[in-house]
């Protein structure tokens, strides 16, 4: 099998998402388009999440890696951004504050600077 192309890679990232919601017990809606800048749409607690899925398969950085959102800055259309790490099969849901990228730590940095750092491991559950 050759290499995934990105619509591939953004399908099994989105999948992955969606089991993994669904295993923490909420549940899951996906637009029949996609167009407009929502991915997924999560019930949980009786209140509906627009969720922007990110699928990253390396590191920006030694430690980190980084979800760029320009394309989803000031539309008003993403509520969380679900960011999936394929080498590990891990996932992150972070409540989208119009930034437009995100930047999520993996490991501790060789000079152990820990101001600023959101770490990937601290959002690994869906927000409620």
């Not at 388009?33 to 019930?43: A, F, K, R, S, T």
């Not at 430690?63 to 394309?71: L, R």
């Amino acid at each position: 099998m050759g290499t995934l192309s990105t619509i591939r890679k953004g399908w099994l990232g989105e999948s992955r998402v969606i089991a993994d919601i669904i295993s923490q017990g909420y549940d899951v809606y996906v637009p029949v388009v996609d167009d407009g800048g929502v991915d997924l749409i999560v019930e949980a607690n009786n209140k509906f999440h627009r969720v922007q899925v990110k699928s990253c398969q390396k590191l920006k950085t030694k430690t980190s890696i980084e979800v760029n959102m320009d394309k989803h800055k000031d539309t008003g259309r993403v509520d969380i951004v679900a960011a999936y790490y394929s080498p590990k099969d891990i996932f992150a849901y972070i409540p989208y504050n119009n930034q437009s990228r995100i930047v999520l730590a993996l490991h501790t940095a060789k000079n152990n600077q820990e101001k600023h750092r959101i770490w990937f491991y601290e959002y690994m559950e869906f927000p409620v």
